[in-house]
């Protein structure tokens, strides 16, 4: 088990080295290797564009995934059966303004920006909007324990479903 205040020792640069290979898995649709970034506690959860600071306890939401429906989302997204991306979009997740907000332990609370390009069908969709992370030190390295995605979009129409893994 790792000492308590490791955290203290990661560097902003690595935080954003690990958020930079989360994009690139993603971009690459490297999913089963996404999955594997997530602790086994882990949470994803996606609010809906007009509650965006919702609970998924009490409020409609996106997407509110523990580890075992990360596991089922990648499986289904891998399938042929997922009409919505087969065949797959290309994708490209911009990660900006990484910041370290909190160290406690071996956890990390982290905010990014990011804007995720969708290219599938002759189409450019896009989806703008904030990350808020825990991220947990391991004997692996960085883990995610909880991902939050923030749209900063008030409605969907630019970008219409979400079928891809922001």
């Keep these: 088990m790792l000492h308590a205040g490791r955290a203290e020792a990661i ?28 602790t086994h506690d882990a949470r994803y959860v996606v609010p809906s564009n007009d509650v965006p600071e919702g609970d998924p306890a009490r409020d409609l939401v996106v997407i509110d995934d523990n580890r075992e429906r990360i596991l089922a989302r990648v499986t289904r997204l891998k399938s042929r059966h997922a009409h919505r991306e087969y065949p797959t979009s290309r994708t490209r997740h911009q990660v900006t303004n990484v910041l370290v907000l ?65």
């Design 11 to 38: 560097a902003r640069t690595e935080v954003e080295e690990f958020l930079f290979h989360e994009a690139r898995l993603l971009d690459r649709w490297e999913l089963d290797a996404w999955a594997e970034l997530f």
């Design 102 to 166: 909190a160290r406690e332990g071996d956890e990390l609370t982290v905010e990014a920006a990011f804007t995720v390009w969708r290219f599938r069908n002759d189409r450019a969709d896009y989806y703008v909007g904030r990350y808020d992370y825990t991220l947990r030190l391991t004997d692996e390295g960085l883990r995610i324990r909880a991902k939050r995605v923030t749209m900063d979009m008030t409605s969907l129409n630019p970008a219409g479903a979400v079928s891809i893994i922001l």
